[in-house]
């Protein structure tokens, strides 16, 4: 059973930096789709980025490509976000899901993909 931990969240000015983890456990499958998704208040889960741990290929929110970085560490078996020049916007509950898949497809878009979640860490921005 794979577990996902996030951490990370916190408050910061609009400009300020945050990075989350995600630490997963429980699998030793090497092809997963690892993501981040956000859900604001009000608003729908949204996909934020996601990278494929066999390539380490990765793909954006168009809000939040330049900002965010998405990367992980496979000895660690942690996931990050790098969230960079934070807006009012990005505040939301941030989650991290994983999707064994063997190929590199890993939708932003398809919540449903994702098999595993985490509980979420808040993110708060303010103006």
């Known amino acids: 059973q794979v577990q996902l931990v996030e951490s990370g969240g916190g408050s910061v000015q609009t400009g300020g930096s945050l990075r989350l983890s995600c630490a997963a456990s429980g699998y030793t499958y090497s092809r997963y789709c690892m993501a981040w998704f956000r859900q604001g208040p009000g608003k729908e889960r949204e996909g934020v980025a996601a990278i494929y741990t066999d390539d380490s290929s990765t793909s954006y929110a168009d809000s939040v490509k330049g900002r965010f970085t998405i990367s992980q560490d496979n000895a660690k078996k942690t996931f990050y976000l790098q969230m960079n020049s934070l807006k009012p916007d990005d505040a939301a509950m941030y989650y991290c899901?994983?999707?064994?898949?063997?190929?590199?497809?890993?939708?932003?878009?398809?919540?449903?993909?994702?098999?595993?979640w985490g509980q979420g860490t808040q993110v708060t921005v303010s103006s």
């Open positions: 899901a994983a999707d064994p898949s063997p190929i590199p497809r890993c939708l932003l878009s398809d919540e449903s993909q994702y098999n595993y």
